[in-house]
């Protein structure tokens, strides 16, 4: 566990040093080196993260081309070649990462004027992506995407949305955000939907199924298997009312403040209503599925990566140095807390010990 709080302790010093004189240059050398250094950790890692077991035995079993798998095609064309050709597992997850790291590195330097900030946010909430399953891979590859809506450039946008889906079928539920991005959304009507998509919950199971039916096969088992297991799917023992309120008090904090400061920002120009839309998307994902299922929030991921840039677009647009750091004190504060709770989560024996293939 030592080395999980070192690691933020690390990030957060040079975090304090790009928002306080680092030049733009210094920022992305030091943001390099940081996602190097866990890029290496995410494929030197061995037994730990979860789902290890579950992708370890598919690779395993993944002994010629084209098999019939219950996983996506790309997933599963990369671990028939690099079980045919290599044989390894560690060259699996090395791949994996290139890919991963490629795109998340990529789009944080595109979107966020703090990178280092970004990725300590990251670090926070799911360990920089070190410990990636396929959804992983795919929630970069649509945040990478985010620049295409920003160029209005449909096709590209098309094309990394099909990429994405190679990885995970869920990757479907970003193609909205082609047309919420650039909606002007007034700040009552945000918090309103919130508060009904909470009340509407109870409908929506019926809803997932309708829908599960209309897909049919692989679809409508998965819809079926996350509603009947509700809160034990997935090996999640916590009582509801816990879970739904450690997700309002985490997302509500960063989406309550970004509402405070959109007017700002706005005025200065600055591009963060997008962002701030496709959050507030998440937000409501998150609320509508919750209660009919805690692996159905998942669908909510690649929307709150929207997050890691909000966060340091504010703080950025403070130019009162008072207040800035106050602000970077409860920023720094809160990603301690959300380390925690991610680390002494349901998954603790997935992290800790952090082993390695040189144990």
């Known amino acids: 566990m030592i080395l999980y709080f070192l690691i933020f302790t690390v990030l957060a010093i040079f975090s304090g040093f790009e928002i306080y004189g680092l030049r733009q240059l210094e920022n992305k050398f030091f943001f390099v080196f940081l996602s190097f250094f866990l890029f290496v950790l995410s494929f030197i890692r061995w037994k730990t993260g979860t789902d290890w077991d579950a992708y370890n035995v598919f ?13 996506e095609w790309g997933f599963a064309r990369i671990n028939e070649f690099v079980k045919i050709i290599f044989d390894n597992y560690t060259v699996l997850l090395f791949l994996s990462a290139i890919i991963l790291f490629a795109f998340q590195s990529s789009a944080i330097l595109k979107f966020s004027p703090y ?3 970004s990725l300590l946010f990251l670090w926070s909430t799911s360990f920089g992506n070190i410990f990636f399953v396929r959804q ?3 929630t970069v590859i649509l945040f990478f995407s985010i620049r295409y ?7 590209k946008f098309l094309l990394m949305l099909s990429l994405a889906m190679l990885f995970h079928r869920t990757s479907l539920i970003f193609l909205i955000a082609w047309w919420v991005y650039p909606m002007k959304i007034r700040p009552i009507v945000m918090i ?3 508060g009904l998509s909470l009340m509407l919950t109870v409908f929506l199971s019926n809803l997932m199924l309708s829908l599960g039916s209309v897909f049919g096969g692989m679809a409508q088992s998965k819809i079926q298997f996350y509603i009947e297991n509700g809160e034990d799917a997935f090996g999640v023992e916590i009582p509801m009312a816990q879970i739904i309120f450690k997700g309002f008090v985490n997302k509500i904090f960063i989406f309550m403040l970004s509402l405070y400061f959109l007017i700002l920002l706005e005025k200065r120009g600055v591009e963060f209503r997008g962002y701030l839309n496709l959050y507030w998307v998440g937000i409501l994902i998150y609320f509508s599925t919750i209660s009919i299922s805690v692996a159905l929030v998942r669908l909510s ?13 504010i703080l950025n647009n403070i130019k009162k140095n008072d207040l800035r750091f106050f602000l970077f004190f409860i920023f720094i504060v809160y990603f301690l807390m959300r380390l925690y709770v991610t680390i002494n989560g349901v998954s603790y024996d997935s992290y800790v010990p952090f082993k390695t293939i040189f144990n």
């Open 149 to 155: 809506i920003q160029e209005r450039k449909l096709l």
């Open 192 to 194: 309103l939907s919130i």
């Open 301 to 313: 991921f690649v929307y709150d990566m929207a997050s890691i840039i909000i966060v340091p677009l």
């Open 59 to 71: 690779f395993e079993s993944s002994i010629e081309w084209n098999l019939e798998s219950e996983f």
């Open 115 to 117: 990178p280092v900030t």
């Open 136 to 138: 992983s891979i795919a």
